[in-house]
Each structure stands twice: as C-alpha cells, then as structure tokens.
C-alpha cells in the first residue's frame, strides 16, 4: 500500500470468510507485524473456530467484524440482478459476547461516535482482540462503481419488493442511501 503496510484480500472473487485465514496466516508468518482482520458477520460466523485458534496461538491479531445481520453484499447482488434477496438475513448475533466465551478480550461499538475509542483500546491491548461493529444493515461497506445493468436490475428488484409487499424496504433502502 505505502511501501510499509500491506493489505491481504481476495477482493474480485466474491468470496466469504477468508479473512481470519488470511490474518491468522499472515500473523504467524510476520508475529512482528499488527495484523488486522476486516470481517463481514457471514464470514466470520462460517469460521468462527478460527477465533479460538488465535487465542490458542495468542496470535495478537485484531479482528474488526462489519455485524450489520445480513449477507450484505449477497443482497446487494441479488438485487442489483433484478431478484429479490431470499436467505441472506443473518440472526442478530454478538460476536463480541461469543469471543469473550473463548477467552478473546472484546469490545462491542453500537454508535458511531465510539468506534474511534474502540479501535484505540484494541490496538493497545495485548494478544487477540475482536471489535464488533453494529452498523446499518443496507448500509455498503465499499463503494460500488455502479455499471448499467445493475441499476436496471436493481430498478426490477425495487419493483418486485412493492409487489410482494416490501415497500418498507425500499423506503428504507433509499433512506440509507441517499442521505
């Protein structure tokens, strides 16, 4: 990235849950680096056993979960298809309270403004540490370089949603986007 860090991802396959691999990796094999996980709530809930082999390890990594109760980004490309998204709700889950129970020091950040404290209080602490971030559920972690097609497939979905009753969605879809 700047000649001094470096970032890890697959970020064209439209994979899940290859963060904490890629950190737990990356960790052992550089233990004087700070490695950080970025995690989405599906993939880490998919590798969750992977919490404990950092604590096993006491590899210090911080793992930062995106906990928004969705497959977000599986939504997203349902609907920017033209589907409506089926199965990609996620029970309200908090990692930081699962983390805790395997003996991984966590913090839980609800608003905004406390994100910043969070990250400062991790960093400093030894050994590994989750941070589990709520944010809004359609709210995108990426920006997306939006092509045609997907906004005429995401115009059908919106259609579908109103006919099939989901009208409150779109509302609030277009809330969180256009704010």
């Known amino acids: 990235m700047n000649g001094s860090r470096k970032l890890i991802g697959s970020f064209n396959h439209g994979s899940m849950a290859n963060a904490m691999p890629q950190a737990l990796g990356a960790q052992a094999a550089q233990p004087e680096r700070q490695v950080i ?10 590798l ?4 404990l082999s950092a604590r096993q390890l006491n590899l210090p990594i911080k ?15 349902m ?5 409506l998204d089926t199965g990609t709700d996620l029970s ?12 991984i020091y966590s913090i839980r ?12 209080r991790a960093l400093a602490r030894p050994g590994p540490v989750l941070v589990d971030v709520v944010t ?17 497939g995401f115009s059908l979905y919106m259609i579908r949603a109103v006919l099939n009753g989901r009208a409150d969605e779109v509302v609030e879809l277009a809330n ?4």
């Open 37 to 46: 996980s970025l995690s989405g709530d599906g993939g880490l809930s998919m």
């Open 48 to 51: 969750l056993g992977d919490l």
């Open 63 to 77: 793992v930062v979960v995106f906990n928004n109760s969705s497959l977000g980004f599986v939504a997203m490309e």
């Open 79 to 83: 609907k920017a298809g033209g589907y």
């Open 92 to 103: 309200a889950t908090n990692f930081a309270a699962i983390a805790e129970g395997a003996g």
């Open 109 to 120: 950040v609800e608003k905004s403004e406390d994100l910043l404290d969070a990250l400062e």
């Open 136 to 152: 809004a559920k359609h709210e995108i972690a990426l920006p997306p370089k939006v092509q045609w097609a997907q906004a005429k």
């Open 176 to 179: 969180t986007y256009f704010r």
